[in-house]
């Protein structure tokens, strides 16, 4: 039985339409003990969107006002919005044993690899530029200038996925689902988390 002394702080990033959101939706359903951290954004609410559901959705006074008094853990500016993660609610989670899915742009995630090293980063993938393309516009959610922004975006993202330590890309959502399951596995199995629970169990 491996417990969580060393709950995984994960970040993922991938473009707008990777269909990230999806993944991590699905994958919550079923995780135990895990946290998704609710950003702050200066940007409209989308249709089906629900205020600290989705987004913390802020006017830009408060959001700066949130960076002067220094409550954000990392923040970005992305397509001419602000994004950015409340701090106190992820150290409060990490310290209570629980995972941390932060979804981030790649500047964000940036930011944290360097105040925090020891996350863990994953970057969602769409099968090719052109369903990204598709996806964005099936949406229905943007208008046609703001697609062009995202997709330009997604482009020079791309080019930083080998900043991150996982792949995944999501064509099929369950195979998406799986596949993060696995990584999240795969890093709780990791000697390095679990050299203390062997040291409790069979030396004391
Ligand atoms: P969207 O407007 O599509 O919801 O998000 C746009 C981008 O902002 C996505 O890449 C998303 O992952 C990123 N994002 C969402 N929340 C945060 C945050 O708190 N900080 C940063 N740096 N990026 C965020």
Known sequence: ????????????SGP????????????????EDTFYSISATTRQMRPGEEN?????????????????AEAMLEYARYCDHYYGTPKAPVEENLAAGRDVILELDVAGAMKIQKIRPDAIFIFTL????????RRLIGRNT???DVIAKRLAVAVEEIRQ?????????????????CEFSCIVA?????MERNQNFINEVFFQ
Request: aromatic letters at 8%; hydrophobic letters at 40%; a negative charge.
């Open 1 to 12: 039985m491996m417990n969580n002394k060393h709950p995984l702080l994960l970040v993922v």
């Open 16 to 31: 707008s339409g990777s269909g990230k959101g999806s993944m991590l939706g699905k994958y919550l359903k079923s995780a």
């Open 52 to 68: 600290g559901v989705n987004y913390h959705f802020v006017s830009e006074e408060e959001f700066k006002a949130k960076i002067e």
């Open 126 to 133: 769409p099968p090719s530029m052109e369903v990204l393309r």
């Open 142 to 144: 943007e208008a046609e």
């Open 161 to 177: 996925a080998h900043c991150y330590d996982y792949v995944v890309v999501n064509d099929d959502l369950d195979e998406a689902v």
């Open 186 to 190: 795969a890093e709780k199995a990791k």
